[in-house]
């Protein structure tokens, strides 16, 4: 029997996209509290990207010496940071409801948060039913 696959497209369209899971460590605390690094750190990531944000981000700071959380709601999702000064990391997810082409995560966040460490997971969101297998013959 041959088998056929549909492979998450439609009318030429992609059914899936891209979710980043990226966890910095090694960053000066000062780096991890500065709204404005951070909003670089978010622009850069829209900028080269290609992303549409919808609206500007919203932040959140954590009182005395904590950190601080931004969203950003994007056309194709959200970009979002959480910052940890106490132990100088940072957790940033990006989910892109289309494929898109990786980013320099460590080179970026080495250059803009002084990361030392950065750990990058992917997954591929597929957001269309699953495929569906037809026997043939």
């Avoid at 900028?47 to 919808?54: A, F, K, N």
């Avoid at 932040?59 to 709601?73: D, S």
């Avoid at 409801?97 to 969101?125: F, H």
Wanted: aromatic residues 10%; hydrophobic residues 40%; proline residues 7%.
């Amino acid at each position: 029997a041959n088998v056929r696959y549909s492979h998450g497209r439609e009318n030429g369209m992609s059914q899936h996209g891209i979710e980043w899971f990226v966890d910095a460590t090694g960053c000066p605390a000062l780096h991890l509290r500065a709204r404005d690094r951070l909003r670089l750190v978010f622009d850069r990531i829209v900028d080269e990207l290609d992303l549409h944000p919808i609206g500007p981000p919203h932040w959140h700071r954590f009182p005395n010496a904590g950190g601080l959380t931004g969203i950003w709601m994007l056309s194709e999702s959200h970009l979002a940071i959480h910052t940890f000064p106490e132990f100088g990391s940072i957790c940033v997810n990006l989910f892109c409801c289309r494929p898109r082409s990786a980013w320099p995560w460590e080179k970026r966040l080495a250059e803009l948060l002084g990361a030392r460490a950065v750990t990058i997971r992917s997954l591929d969101r597929n957001y269309a039913p699953l495929p569906q297998v037809e026997t043939v013959g």
